[in-house]
Nanobody, 118 residues
């Protein structure tokens, strides 16, 4: 009943930029925290950034100063602007949203690949 669809991944050179988007659709009464996670090959999924419904943000130390998370509540969409990308940022990026719906819970997108070449 709730779907999260990500877009914006791709291949970029070191130092480049990408902007990820994640739109939630379905039966949505409200959305609390929204966030981005990533999983590199052979590694566990890790938190990249989160943003509350009021706009408070939190970032992993590894991306502070380079990534910016934002949201458009009217569009139920969360964004991740990634600048100064490094090869170690290569991963599948997943969005996550805590959605108040017929069933309230955490919903995940399908993931989008980000590859940073050296």
């Amino acid at each position: 009943q709730v779907q999260l669809v990500e877009s914006g991944g791709g291949l970029v050179q070191t130092g480049g930029s990408l902007r990820l988007s994640c739109a939630a659709s379905g039966i949505i009464f409200s959305i609390n925290d929204m966030g981005w996670y990533r999983q590199a090959p052979g590694k566990q999924r890790e938190l990249v950034a989160t943003i509350s419904s009021g706009g408070s943000t939190d970032y992993a130390d590894s991306v502070k100063g380079r990534f910016t998370i934002s949201r458009d509540n009217a569009k139920n969409t969360v964004y991740l602007q990634m600048n100064s990308l490094k090869p170690e940022d290569t991963a599948v990026y997943y969005c996550n949203s805590r959605v108040v719906s017929l069933i309230t819970g955490d919903f995940w997108g399908q993931g989008t690949q980000v590859t940073v070449s050296s």
